[in-house]
Structure formats: structure tokens, C-alpha cells
């Protein structure tokens, strides 16, 4: 099966656990699956917002 729309990131680091708490690097490595139909257009959408917000509430640092 062919996976044209998926872009692996470059760089990125992974979510963790520590002492029962989650450990949340700068750079991490988010899923999402667009799914079928609305979906992608959803998403693409939804994506703008995720990224300006996380953005806005980081001052650029996420």
C-alpha cells in the first residue's frame, strides 16, 4: 500500500513518561490521521489552527 500523503518530519523528538509524568520535548512527534473523504479537508484546516495556537502559547519555542 502506497502512502503519498505522509510526510515522515526530519527532526522531532518522542512524548515520554517519567516518574508517572509526561515529559514534553520542544520539538515532538505528533499523529494525526486525515482519514478518508472530509477528512483531509478537515485536517489541513485544523492544522493551520494547532500550529498557530501552540505557537501563540509557546512564543515560537514549540
Known amino acids: ?24 520535548p520542544d520539538n515532538p512527534i505528533l499523529l494525526f490521521i486525515e482519514g478518508d473523504g472530509i477528512g483531509y479537508d478537515i485536517m489541513t484546516a485544523s492544522k493551520r489552527i494547532w500550529d498557530a495556537a501552540v505557537a501563540k502559547a509557546y512564543a515560537g519555542k514549540r
Open 1 to 24: 500500500m502506497a502512502y503519498d500523503r505522509i510526510n515522515a518530519p526530519n527532526s522531532g523528538e518522542k512524548i515520554s513518561f517519567s516518574n508517572g509524568k509526561m515529559q514534553v
